[in-house]
C-alpha cells in the first residue's frame, strides 16, 4: 500500500525557512509519487490565493509559486476553514484547485492507515 503524507504548514513569510521546507517536502514528495496532502493554516493561509506565493522569497529555496503549482497538479491543498474566515477569504478566492475544510477533514486524512503527518 502506497504511503499518504499529510503536511501541515502553519508558518509564512515571518518563518520563511519553516514555510519553504512544508512546501519543499510537500513537492518533492509528489514527485515521488507518495499520496500529499497539504493544508494551509496560520500566516500560511494567504499563499491559497492568486499571486501571493509569487510575493514570497528566500534565497537559495525553489520559488514558492512552482512548488505550489507542482503539489496542486499532483496532490490535494486544503486552506483551514477557521484560517480563512478570519481572513475573509472564501472559496470564490482561493486558486482553482484549493478547497477549504476543517479540523475533522484533518483528523481523517492525518489518522489514515499508511499516513505520516508532519507539521511545519
Known amino acids: 500500500m502506497p504511503k499518504k503524507l499529510v503536511i501541515k504548514v ?10 519553504s521546507q512544508a512546501f519543499t517536502v510537500a513537492a518533492v514528495a509528489v514527485a ?18 492568486p499571486g501571493r506565493a509569487a510575493e514570497f522569497e528566500l534565497p537559495h529555496a525553489a ?3 512552482d512548488l505550489l503549482d507542482s503539489i496542486l497538479a499532483g496532490g490535494r491543498v486544503t486552506l483551514c476553514t477557521q484560517c480563512a474566515a478570519r481572513r475573509e477569504i472564501t472559496e470564490k478566492d482561493v486558486l482553482e484547485g484549493v478547497r477549504i ?3 475533522q477533514v484533518f483528523v481523517q486524512e492525518a489518522m489514515g492507515d ?7
Open 101 to 103: 475544510a476543517g479540523a
Open 10 to 19: 502553519t508558518a509564512g513569510p515571518e518563518s520563511a525557512e519553516r514555510c
Open 63 to 65: 520559488p514558492l509559486p
Open 114 to 120: 499508511g499516513t505520516q503527518a508532519l507539521v511545519y
Open 32 to 49: 515521488s509519487g507518495v499520496e500529499v496532502s497539504l493544508w494551509l493554516t496560520g500566516e500560511s493561509a494567504w499563499f491559497a490565493l
